[in-house]
Nanobody
């Protein structure tokens, strides 16, 4: 059974930083593309970052490019999201997700999801 467990969320002031982690189990982690998504109240889940199975390739939307960095450790079976220069608009529940295949920004392309961790950015 696949489990993805996020941690590291919390309350931070605008301009601050947070580092999210996602621990994976029950799958061959190094074979999966990993992604981070977020969902704010009343909004659809949106793509935040993705990384190839090897870690050699990443992709971000313009809204977070230059502020967020995704990384992975295939020995520890973890994927991380370093978030810097946070803005109030970054407030959301953040989810990690896994898929077999190439990088994707599409929610429905991902097979496994964590339960999410809340990130709140105050003014």
């Amino acid at each position: 059974q696949v489990h993805l467990v996020e941690s590291g969320g919390g309350l931070v002031q605008a301009g601050g930083s947070l580092r999210l982690s996602c621990a994976a189990s029950g799958l061959t982690f190094s074979s999966y593309t990993m992604g981070w998504f977020r969902q704010a109240p009343g909004k659809e889940r949106e793509f935040v970052a993705t990384i190839t199975w090897s870690g050699s390739g990443t992709y971000y939307p313009d809204s977070v490019k230059g502020r967020f960095t995704i990384s992975r450790d295939n020995v520890k079976n973890t994927v991380n999201l370093q978030m810097d220069s946070l803005k109030p608009d970054d407030t959301a529940v953040y989810y990690c997700a896994a898929r077999r295949g190439v990088l994707s920004t599409v929610v429905h392309d991902y097979n496994y999801w964590g339960q999410g961790t809340q990130v709140t950015v105050s003014c």
